[in-house]
């Protein structure tokens, strides 16, 4: 039997009844749908370069990392981040808030929320700006740490900057490489069905969108409390 099949649909799982110190967001597939700008900018790259494309093997990995693994040898690959940079930073159209992503910001409260993402700095201002969200104050960005999802680094950063354990922490992610930076960082999972089946994805709880969960303060934190369907 493949080991997938028994992962509930939905659900919060383990995450029922816990307190978090804070909740990290990733910000593309999570917080904002990107995906069709995504590809689009990646597909001019790669034709560019004669590159028939996989997206499956990189979603939310860093461009700096993905690049050399998508054009392999042989290739400025510091060039080819730049160009995919300015590709997608020009290109914001159909980008958009997913669902429930306002509101999960905003429930959860000041001090206990951060994005962390795979994008330049500028690229997540772009389309933090384009979704009409409100960034929290802690911004983790690809140019903030030497390695990217799915190294911990992201998180381990997301969690001092706001001066909390990492174990501490609820990760909400919508890829592989997401959750294995956050599992490998030492915090629990929140997996969201925006760009893979739920059961592709070990997250300990799992959610179709951020619309299916609600995040309200506890006593020293922040819990979360499941509304989609079973």
Same mark, same amino acid.
């Given at each position: 039997m493949d080991g997938t099949s028994t992962r509930p649909a939905a659900g919060l799982g383990t995450l029922a009844g816990r307190v978090f110190a804070a909740v990290l967001f990733d910000l593309d597939g999570t917080l904002v749908d990107s995906t069709p700008a995504?590809?689009?900018?990646w597909r001019t790259l790669a034709a560019e370069h004669g590159v028939v494309l996989d997206f499956g093997t990189f979603h939310g990995i860093p461009a700096a990392q993905a690049v050399p693994m998508v054009l392999g040898d042989g290739v400025d690959h510091a060039a080819? /981040?730049?160009?995919? !940079?300015? =590709?997608?930073?020009?290109?914001?159209?159909g980008v958009a808030e =997913?669902?429930?992503?306002?509101?999960?910001?905003?429930?959860?409260?000041?001090?206990?929320?951060a994005i962390v993402t795979s994008c330049t700095a500028p690229l997540a201002d772009v389309?933090?700006?384009?979704?009409?969200?409100?960034?929290?104050?802690v /911004?983790?960005?690809?140019?903030?740490?030497?390695?990217g999802k799915p190294d911990p680094a992201p998180y381990l950063l997301a969690a001092r900057l706001l001066g909390v354990d990492p174990a501490d922490c609820l990760v909400v992610e919508d890829a592989p490489a997401g959750l294995l930076s956050a599992r490998s960082a030492g915090a629990? !999972?929140?997996?969201?069905?925006?760009?893979?089946?739920?059961?592709?994805?070990?997250?300990?709880?799992?959610?179709? !969108? =951020?619309?299916? /969960?609600?995040?309200?303060?506890?006593?020293?934190? /922040?819990?979360v409390s499941y509304v989609g369907p079973e």
């Open positions: 995504v590809e689009r900018s080819a /981040v730049a160009r995919l !940079t300015e =590709l997608e930073i020009a290109d914001n159209d =997913l669902p429930g992503a306002a509101a999960a910001l905003a429930d959860v409260p000041p001090g206990r929320a389309r933090i700006g384009a979704a009409g969200l409100r960034a929290p104050d /911004v983790v960005t690809a140019d903030l740490t030497p390695l629990a !999972t929140l997996a969201l069905g925006t760009t893979y089946d739920l059961a592709e994805l070990d997250g300990d709880g799992r959610a179709a !969108t =951020l619309a299916d /969960v609600r995040f309200f303060a506890a006593p020293g934190g /922040v819990s």
